[in-house]
């Protein structure tokens, strides 16, 4: 049963399966409006070691949810959808997966207490040093200096406020805030005051750059702005500030990197990279690595439920309680595209490689078509037959395994997502044998001169047609991005497709 399921904590959490039970605390929640994906709920839940996760739910889900999840409490959550954290820049915690509640979902009331308000302050010098990832949501605390007015100014074409100030930490460092909206409203009562000793806590901050200094600004809706807090780490933060005043501190300036976009026309003419190459990369671009296959990361299991028709990730519905399937019962699906029960159902390729060269080590994601053509059998041929949630998902199929070992050329895709800091790259197209001895004849870095061409896997794979890659993890993604993030959403058979020779030079335009 259900209530027999073993807790488990957040670090625990994979997307292999969705039978997890957690014990969470609600931290924070606010909703989102997107024209892609509508309405939803966003939250940041956090367990009893203090880990947090971003969840979200959909429009359907979000007046249950708020009723039976208040912040604050402590509640037992039981059948979660767990996925990547998408695309977003900024994330409101550092877990590489997010929490999806769906309609299995159930929420009950905790025995659980814990006032802990959880707060994991950043350092002032990471922030000017730009240690600290700026994707990344902050909790920052200081207090408040050089205090501007609340102006009306015009942002996007409307009327909004806006307040400029500074926050000092106990050590006498020093960085720029600018909130806008509700949340510069919340100075105006301290402005009227004129209170000199007036401490600030911002919590999932946004870290920025304006005019080559760092910048703390608020994340649209997400952020929560505390002045004066009553809560134990601000009474202490502001008695230190009053036993010890110190001057002011100077933060390093650093210039805004420029991102360029540039797609590759032809795979013959891309560059074949070292990995430490490509984790450092600043660009948008295609590349291709000679690399060998160290293992199979199994968090994410090795294949999902796809509609036949649109090739789009199904979710399953009315799952019994107990998570297992009865043998004569048929499962049903939902599909986004069909909007309804799906009734064409087939398992599809989902591997997750760590894949090394001799300068470093990353991950590799391989949607349906490109796995096909290195694993030589289709998904539904390895899949057992079951529909119940994976036990295990050491469990491999053995040609999934015979891959470990193997040295493949693999031409990948380095999109926003990896710019912002994800170490997993999505592979367009695959060569082996000697395919790879030719690469290496025309072009190769020079660091795997030494060692790559002893190490080749033998026999020859034939080279696929660069692909769209489209597996649908979520169908959220927004319409204006899918022509970089399709990858995301459907796994596509189409081939022999060309892409443009612009050189498109983007620059990050800034707001105050």
């Given at each position: 049963?259900?209530?027999?399921?073993?807790?488990?904590?957040?670090?625990?959490?994979?997307?292999?399966?969705?039978?997890?039970?957690?014990?969470?605390?609600?931290?924070?929640?606010?909703?989102?409006?997107?024209?892609?994906?509508?309405?939803?709920?966003?939250?940041?839940?956090?367990?009893?070691?203090?880990?947090?996760?971003?969840?979200?739910?959909?429009?359907?889900?979000?007046?249950?949810v708020q009723r039976y999840l208040r912040v604050?409490?402590?509640?037992?959550?039981d059948t979660v959808k767990i996925t990547?954290?998408?695309?977003?820049?900024?994330?409101?915690?550092?877990?590489?997966?997010?929490?999806?509640?769906?309609?299995?979902?159930?929420?009950?009331?905790?025995d659980y207490r814990n006032d802990n308000h959880f707060l994991n302050l950043a350092n002032y010098e990471e922030i000017g040093n730009g240690k600290l990832k700026p994707h990344f949501l902050i909790d920052i605390m200081g207090q408040v200096t050089d205090l501007g007015p609340v102006a009306m100014v015009q942002a996007k074409g409307n009327d909004t406020k806006r307040v400029h100030f500074r926050l000092r930490d106990t050590s006498g460092h020093e960085v720029a805030c600018c909130l806008w909206g509700k949340y510069a409203e919340q100075f105006e009562s301290v402005?009227?005051?004129?209170?000199?000793?007036?401490?600030?806590?911002?919590?999932?901050?946004?870290?920025?750059e304006y005019r080559g200094e760092k910048q703390i600004t608020n994340a649209f809706d997400a952020s929560l702005v505390f002045l004066n807090p009553t809560m134990e780490e601000a009474i202490d933060f502001k008695q230190k500030m009053l036993n010890d005043p110190l001057p002011l501190g100077i933060l390093d300036q650093s210039n805004e990197k420029k991102i360029i976009t540039r797609v590759a026309h032809d795979w013959n003419e891309v560059d074949v990279r070292c990995i430490s190459e490509i984790l450092q990369s600043f660009e948008v671009d295609s590349c291709k690595i000679i690399c060998s296959i160290e293992t199979i990361d199994t968090d994410w299991g090795w294949f999902y439920f796809g509609c036949k028709r649109h090739n789009l990730r199904l979710t399953r519905i009315g799952r019994k309680s107990t998570g297992k399937m009865i043998q004569s019962e048929k499962p049903q699906f939902y599909c986004e595209m069909c909007r309804g029960a799906c009734s064409t159902i087939e398992p599809?390729?989902?591997?997750?490689?760590v894949v090394?060269?001799?300068?470093?080590?990353?991950?590799?994601m391989l949607l349906d078509t490109v796995a096909k053509t290195i694993i030589?059998?289709?998904?539904?041929?390895?899949?057992?037959?079951?529909?119940?949630?994976?036990e295990d998902p050491e469990i491999l199929p053995q040609p999934i395994r015979d891959l470990v070992g193997k040295s493949f050329c693999f031409g990948l895709a380095i999109s926003t997502d990896n710019l912002n800091g994800s170490e997993t790259f999505k592979v367009s197209e695959v060569w082996s044998g000697e395919y790879i001895q030719r690469i290496e004849s025309v072009s190769e870095p020079v660091s795997l001169i030494e060692t790559n061409s002893s190490t080749l896997s033998g026999g020859e794979l034939l080279a696929i047609d660069h692909i769209n890659e489209n597996s649908s993890e979520d169908v959220s993604t927004p319409s204006n991005k899918r022509k970089e993030d399709e990858c995301d959403q459907m796994d596509m058979t189409s081939t022999s497709k060309k892409l443009c020779t612009n050189i498109i030079k983007v620059e990050k335009t800034k707001t105050d």
């Amino acid at each position: 049963m259900s209530n027999e399921r073993k807790m488990c904590l957040i670090k625990d959490l994979k997307p292999f399966r969705d039978e997890w039970r957690l014990t969470l605390k609600l931290l924070h929640s606010w909703k989102q409006t997107t024209s892609y994906g509508g309405d939803t709920l966003e939250c940041v839940l956090v367990d009893q070691t203090g880990a947090k996760i971003q969840a979200s739910c959909k429009r359907s889900q979000i007046t249950r949810v708020q009723r039976y999840l208040r912040v604050g409490e402590w509640k037992v959550i039981d059948t979660v959808k767990i996925t990547g954290v998408g695309v977003g820049q900024y994330r409101p915690t550092t877990q590489q997966y997010k929490m999806t509640i769906i309609g299995d979902t159930s929420i009950t009331p905790s025995d659980y207490r814990n006032d802990n308000h959880f707060l994991n302050l950043a350092n002032y010098e990471e922030i000017g040093n730009g240690k600290l990832k700026p994707h990344f949501l902050i909790d920052i605390m200081g207090q408040v200096t050089d205090l501007g007015p609340v102006a009306m100014v015009q942002a996007k074409g409307n009327d909004t406020k806006r307040v400029h100030f500074r926050l000092r930490d106990t050590s006498g460092h020093e960085v720029a805030c600018c909130l806008w909206g509700k949340y510069a409203e919340q100075f105006e009562s301290v402005e009227e005051a004129n209170d000199e000793s007036i401490i600030c806590l911002i919590r999932f901050a946004k870290i920025s750059e304006y005019r080559g200094e760092k910048q703390i600004t608020n994340a649209f809706d997400a952020s929560l702005v505390f002045l004066n807090p009553t809560m134990e780490e601000a009474i202490d933060f502001k008695q230190k500030m009053l036993n010890d005043p110190l001057p002011l501190g100077i933060l390093d300036q650093s210039n805004e990197k420029k991102i360029i976009t540039r797609v590759a026309h032809d795979w013959n003419e891309v560059d074949v990279r070292c990995i430490s190459e490509i984790l450092q990369s600043f660009e948008v671009d295609s590349c291709k690595i000679i690399c060998s296959i160290e293992t199979i990361d199994t968090d994410w299991g090795w294949f999902y439920f796809g509609c036949k028709r649109h090739n789009l990730r199904l979710t399953r519905i009315g799952r019994k309680s107990t998570g297992k399937m009865i043998q004569s019962e048929k499962p049903q699906f939902y599909c986004e595209m069909c909007r309804g029960a799906c009734s064409t159902i087939e398992p599809k390729f989902k591997l997750h490689l760590v894949v090394k060269d001799d300068s470093e080590t990353c991950i590799l994601m391989l949607l349906d078509t490109v796995a096909k053509t290195i694993i030589g059998s289709k998904a539904v041929e390895l899949w057992d037959g079951s529909f119940d949630e994976i036990e295990d998902p050491e469990i491999l199929p053995q040609p999934i395994r015979d891959l470990v070992g193997k040295s493949f050329c693999f031409g990948l895709a380095i999109s926003t997502d990896n710019l912002n800091g994800s170490e997993t790259f999505k592979v367009s197209e695959v060569w082996s044998g000697e395919y790879i001895q030719r690469i290496e004849s025309v072009s190769e870095p020079v660091s795997l001169i030494e060692t790559n061409s002893s190490t080749l896997s033998g026999g020859e794979l034939l080279a696929i047609d660069h692909i769209n890659e489209n597996s649908s993890e979520d169908v959220s993604t927004p319409s204006n991005k899918r022509k970089e993030d399709e990858c995301d959403q459907m796994d596509m058979t189409s081939t022999s497709k060309k892409l443009c020779t612009n050189i498109i030079k983007v620059e990050k335009t800034k707001t105050d």
